[in-house]
């Protein structure tokens, strides 16, 4: 007992270990990120982290969701700025799309996707809260542009459902780098569809 709450005073803070990882995706691949690699990297023994995380799926899902919380902070200084509603969303969709082939945060989403066939109600359940978090913020930034007149009138609850598997749809080829695919097309073609589907109710 003693030199497990030794081990864990001169551990890394655990948002370290979760930097560590998603940086680890990043330079080398999801393949290369197990538990002994991070604990290398980080200074820690895979079986201390396998006490912190229990498992992988549960690494990853904590990455993810430190991932996101950044994501979210930078979204909501995006939604927050002075441009009007089409600017605000046009840059929602940038944030939204992948970098291009192996972007990190996606890389990551689509393996945690993957391992959610498997995943308990609990996982699951985190994996909706964040999905929702995105959600809300597009639903409330379209009924903001509804209610100016930037947007035509619409149900913006499924019009953000539907925008958003359009964006997943592009996304996913960017991000496994498949032929054809790459950011500037899927912006292209998400400002297409938003051109004809957005048109503003005032010249």
């Known amino acids: 007992m003693a030199g497990h709450a030794r081990t864990r005073k001169h551990a890394p803070p655990r948002e370290d270990v979760l930097a560590a990882a998603m940086t680890m995706i990043a330079e080398r691949g999801l393949e290369k990120l197990t538990m002994a690699a991070l604990g290398a990297e980080v200074g820690m023994s895979s079986g ?102 930037d947007f035509r009138s619409l149900d913006v609850d499924r019009y953000a459902t539907r925008l958003r598997a359009l964006l997943d749809g592009l996304s996913i080829p960017v991000a496994v780098g498949l032929r054809g695919t790459d950011r500037a097309r899927a912006l292209r073609h998400t400002q297409d569809y938003l051109d004809t589907s957005l048109p503003p109710t005032h010249p």
């Open 48 to 149: 201390h982290l396998l006490y912190y995380f229990r498992t992988k799926d549960e690494l990853l899902l904590r990455t993810l969701e430190w991932s996101e919380g950044r994501l979210g902070a930078e979204r909501a200084r995006l939604l927050s700025d002075p441009g009007t509603p089409r600017e605000r969303l046009d840059a929602f969709v940038g944030l939204y799309l992948p970098d291009g082939h192996r972007d990190p945060h996606w890389t990551l989403w689509l393996e945690v996707w993957n391992r959610s066939l498997s995943a308990d109600d609990e996982s699951r359940d985190r994996q909706v809260r964040i999905e929702s978090a995105w959600h809300r913020d597009l639903v409330a930034l379209l009924a903001e542009g509804v209610s100016h007149g």
